[in-house]
């Protein structure tokens, strides 16, 4: 039984990841491509039909770079780049083209080769955002990516009583969903003590805490829907999706206790006409664990300050949990090329049509999941993108 009502406008009709993990002798180009062939390949249909195209953080002119390897010539383009949430965004900017008649066909891609390119010394380990504009009041204190994530968790320990041990079992339970998940880069499970007895990162967060650095790429191809009845695949419609920009310097952050999430969120669910509680699963963009807590709190899933009691118990797990989250090991175990948003995605999709093999989620039932939520966070929870997904 489906739970989509009405006439959503477009539906997802083909996902893909490329090769993942540690890939050092390819380009991040040939992972673009690799990802979209698998991407149509899944929906059945031929190239000739793509006439939108989006894509962010690779070369000087993204979609175009990337459309012209690819051998494509839209004429509907997207490359706005706010980090992590890019490709939630995307994906709502192109379901509003197409129900404006505006394109009948848009892929989304992503490839980066983020590990690679460290190992072989093209870039450090923490690139750098620049100095201009509002960045030029906090540089100078050395404020690093996970130094900001560092303090916002910090924050809600103080505030709402939430404590290591907390924190570590969002590490613990999306690693234990990953162990079932064949394309994971970290299936080995782990403890509690062992998330807690790592190497320290940025105070409260250790090695643990913080999402892995992996090579990899991930296609999506959203369809107009009169395309759907040619596609190989059944659809998964966008039911309602929300976006919102917090911050960019921290001392203009009204609260690091809440994310972006909490509007992009409200304004997902209240498009789609759903609640959080008939979410059946979530995949939440978390580059730390911290970020899976609090997003679960913005969401709706628990109140404010809530997210410690929330994940204990292994309430996050595809075996048994109350609300599988992050159900192929997420950016923490599964992996973590950069921009991750667009992962998101194609393991909600694989999820609504039932193909996730041994990390399928089902309902109480027995069913197939019926409705997911995914959020993607950019930045240092500068941005939200929410899209909440039906079958």
Known sequence: MSAVTGRPKAAIAGVALSDCGRLDDVTPYALHAQAARRALADSGLDRSVIDGFASAGLGTLAPAEVAEYLGLRPTWVDSTSVGGSTWEVMAAHAVDAIAAGH?????LAYGSTARADVRAGRRTGTLSFGTRGPLQFEAPYGHTLVAKYAMAARRHMHRYGTTLEQLAEVAVQTRANAAAN???MFRTPVTVDEVLSGPVIADPFTKLHCCIRSDGGAA????????????RTAPVWVLGTG???????????????????????????RRAGVRPEEIDFAEIYDAFTYMTLVTLEDLGFCGKGEGGAFVEKGR???????????????GLSAQHPGMRGLFLLVEAVRQLRGEAGDRQV??????LPRLAVASGTGGWFCSSGTMVLGR
């Open 220 to 231: 999506v191809l959203l369809v107009a829907r009169e395309l759907v009845r040619d596609c």
């Open 316 to 330: 996050l797990l595809v075996r048994g949990g109350q609300l599988p989250v992050n159900t192929d090991g997420g």
């Open 182 to 184: 064949p394309e994971a």
């Open 362 to 367: 089902r309902r109480p039932e027995g069913e």
């Open 243 to 269: 976006e919102h920009v917090s911050h960019t310097a921290m001392s203009e952050w009204p609260d690091f206790t809440v994310s972006p999430a909490a509007v992009s969120g409200r304004l997902a669910f």
């Open 103 to 107: 394109a009948r066909a848009v892929l």
